[in-house]
């Protein structure tokens, strides 16, 4: 009693902490699919919010490129009808004074008649490639040809004569030009007071001849770069003009200056620096303050500020930067009506309630309620999907504690279960064995009588007796000592060719007494045409003489016994029957096992180990064969065995 209670104890025990484990585990999944949900939430609405913001900033910088086109189309505008107001004026040719134009000649070749001369001390030289550093020149007038000092930047100063008609006619060009080279002189000059790098200079003044040549084409005058010095002190720039009547010489022009003031005499530049970058800064926060207007204000429409394909590029890249690829549907609307969507549907409250929104233009001052809301069809699959490996991991832990669980109480009620026909074979054993042991010490007492001694018939019919409970007892013991060689896989089988029919009408006549003793009949159906197999005879006979003796005990009266043999597909079939008991379906599943005895009601009114049909059930497959059973209660049973007529290799 004590060790049922504790058999009972563990299984509950262990049936608890299963089911504690399991609900463990339920919960922790429950925990793992919330906070992955959350993080998809966190996900979406951080994708929103950006795409709202970069929405917004695409807005401004579309908004600035229009004011910003609209600013040099009104420069332009100015620039032209300036252009058409100018006239030009020719002058005659005059002496001009010294101080108010400066022009650079440099001869073509080497080979040049100008030779260098010396001028206050100083040389001036020039190369092919032009005059090297820049020079400024003043001029006098003589009778047949111009004089002309020409001074670069350190001092050095050269006479050159021109003739007069040149001389005539650049300063008539040069006039003419100079209303445009003060505009693209000053940047240059400005830049150079805030000390810019040299190649950023490089860069302005490239930019600056572009624009001027193309200004000045009606002229057929050419601009282009006549050189840099970059290993004087400074950096100057010259600016080079070829014209149809001079072609012997470049000229290098640097811009006019006015006459020298002796008082503070940088004073203009910075007042120009200063100047300029004050209309600059103001142009800018003009820009800007227009520009935030519209987008604070928000005056455009929302067809206007939001495109559809803009929209669902920057939504899907966001999303996508995200982990989040499943497919989903959008709209944009305010409270009265829908703006547009990317699905076909007329009935919207679920998708609305179901999804995520965010506020398009929050930074309007007058926000116009535009919102985007954004819905999942999948979200659930999604999730789950990411946690496949947390399903998995924990479906096998749960799977193999079941199985640890189902096969520790499954080997607990096999040992219980073993134990209990353990003592059941021990008490049928003992039984078995005490029952010939007692008649043959009978018999043996009976023998020691004088009486019994005279009479021969007595003393033989005792012996007779011991005989038969001798052999009964060494077949119980073989029986034991067979199912243990079974069990070990140690059986060998001496094959031989066996005639079934002779087999069975041996078998028959050893079990004819005791079925007499119970009133019993046996028909006999030998039908096979070929009776012969290969088998051990042995063993085929103690597979019939087993399988005869059940159907003669459980039969409780007047047995009927059926014995049918016939061929069937290279098989021998053997077919034994009775009209006995019967047996339940539990009983059939059960009946091949080791030391299981169908109940009766009385432990002991059937004899047997519960040995014969795990042992017919062994040898027959060890012959090849199989064996099948069918039964009724209150009907009977019947057991067909397939034996082959010539085993296969």
Known sequence: MYQKMNFRNIIIFMLIAMIGLITFQWYWIENAISVRQEQFDRNVNDALQETVKKI?????????????????????????QKKQEKKRVYKPAKVEHPEDFGVIFAPESPESPVQPQMYKGYNAYYTPQGIEPLAKVRSRAGRGNNTVAVTDVFGATRLLEIPGRQMDLIKEMLEEQNIALEDLNQPMRNNLMRQKTAEDLVKEFNRQVLVLN?????????????????????????????TPVIDSSHIVYTKPRKKRVTQAPKAEPIATVEQENMERTKNKAELVKDVLTDVIHGSRDIHERLDRISLDTLLKKELKS??????YQYIVKNPSNMIFASFAENSIPNFVR??????????????QNHYLYVHFPNTQGFILRNMWTVFASS???ILMIGGIFYTSVNTMLKQKK?????????????????????TISLAVEVMKDNEVKKDSSKMNRYLNIIQDENRRLGTQVEKVLQMALLDKGDVKLKLERVNIHETIEQVLHNLSVQIEQKNGTVNLELDADNPEIEADDVHVT???????DNANKYSPENPEITIKT???????????????????KEQLNKIFERFYRVPTGNLHDVKGFGLGLSYVKKMVESHQGMINVESKIGEGSSFEVYLPLNRRV
């Open 542 to 548: 103690n597979i019939i003489y087993n399988l005869l």
């Open 418 to 438: 073993l134990a209990t026909i353990k003592n059941d074979f021990i008490n049928n054993m003992t039984h078995e064995f005490k029952t010939p042991i007692s």
């Open 354 to 367: 179901d999804a995520y929104k965010a506020q398009l233009f929050p930074s309007d001052l007058q926000p």
């Open 214 to 242: 193309k200004n000045m084409n009606e002229s057929h005058q050419i601009l282009s770069i006549d050189g840099i010095d970059e290993h004087s002190t400074g950096i100057s720039f010259g600016y080079t003009f070829t």
């Open 566 to 584: 016939e061929n069937e597909e290279g098989f021998l079939k053997i077919i034994i029957a009775d009209k006995g008991i019967g047996m339940t």
């Open 56 to 80: 917004e900033k695409q807005e401004i910088i579309f908004l600035a490129n229009q004011k910003m086109k609209i600013e040099e189309q009104k420069k332009l505008l100015a620039i032209t």
């Open 395 to 397: 479906v096998f832990l």
């Open 322 to 327: 995200r982990g989040i690829s499943i497919p």
